[in-house]
């Protein structure tokens, strides 16, 4: 497996479970803080909020971008691999263009 294609699938992994995890354990978590924040907690409990729900919403999309890109990678590494390399590099002795 190509090697970027690998970390795009690795950091796709990563976030289905940290989404996966917002997603089944973010209420519970929530609840959990606003009653030991109180009332006095209330911008740490908006911040709270907005951060999980944030994981909600983008952890499991950009998932699943990471696979289509870890597809893509995969797909095209082996064409890139067997092309040609460019000959736009000067020959050992030759003087280099400015």
Not at 13 to 31: D, K, M, P, S
Not at 52 to 62: D, K, M, S, T
Request: net charge negative; proline share 7%.
């Amino acid at each position: 497996m190509h090697p970027t294609a690998k970390r795009c699938a690795q950091w796709a992994a990563g976030l289905v479970l940290v989404g996966t995890a917002a997603i089944v354990f973010g209420t519970e978590l929530l609840v959990r803080a606003s009653e030991h924040l109180g009332q006095n907690g209330a911008l740490a409990f908006w911040l709270l909020d907005y951060v999980i729900g944030g994981i909600r919403l983008f952890a499991v999309p950009i998932a699943a971008g990471l696979i289509a890109a870890a597809v893509v990678v995969q797909a095209l590494a082996p064409a890139r691999a067997t092309a040609e390399p460019e000959t736009d590099a000067p020959e050992a002795g030759e003087p280099l263009a400015p």
